[in-house]
């Protein structure tokens, strides 16, 4: 069974840094695109950040770009996501997902191009 598993999640402050880990298990992402989405109450799953093919390329959502860093550590089947600076709007449930069919991505950042998903961690950011 294939297996993502988000942990990190937590409240602090405004101005506060956190890291979020996604774990995955069952299948080996090594080369596949796998990324961060977050949903924040009564709104849409939005991308947020990710790395993109066997190069890793990361890339960002505008609204968290210069703020939060995605990393990979294939050797431990994990993906990362520092973010620093954090305001009230980056209160969210963030998801891990990745691609379905290994080695390919559609080329969209919407829920809908990504097959495998993680439960969700929760991070509140209080004013």
């Known amino acids: 069974q294939v297996l993502l598993v988000e942990s990190g999640g937590r409240s602090v402050q405004a101005g506060d840094s956190l890291k979020l880990t996604c774990t995955s298990s069952?299948?080996?992402?090594?080369?596949?695109?796998m990324v961060w989405f977050r949903q924040a109450p009564g709104k849409g799953r939005e991308f947020v950040a990710g790395?993109?093919?066997?190069?890793?390329?990361?890339r960002y959502a505008d609204s968290v770009k210069g703020r939060f860093t995605v990393t990979r550590l294939t050797g431990k089947n994990q993906l990362y996501l520092q973010m620093t600076s954090l305001k009230p709007d980056d209160t969210a449930v963030y998801f891990c997902?990745?691609?379905?069919?290994?080695?390919?991505?559609?080329?969209?950042?919407?829920?809908?191009?990504?097959?495998?998903w993680g439960q969700g961690t929760q991070v509140t950011v209080l004013a």
């Open positions: 790395t993109f093919g066997s190069t890793y390329t990361p």
């Open positions: 997902a990745a691609v379905g069919r290994p080695g390919y991505w559609s080329g969209g950042y919407g829920p809908g191009d990504f097959d495998v």
């Open positions: 069952g299948r080996n992402f090594d080369g596949d695109t």
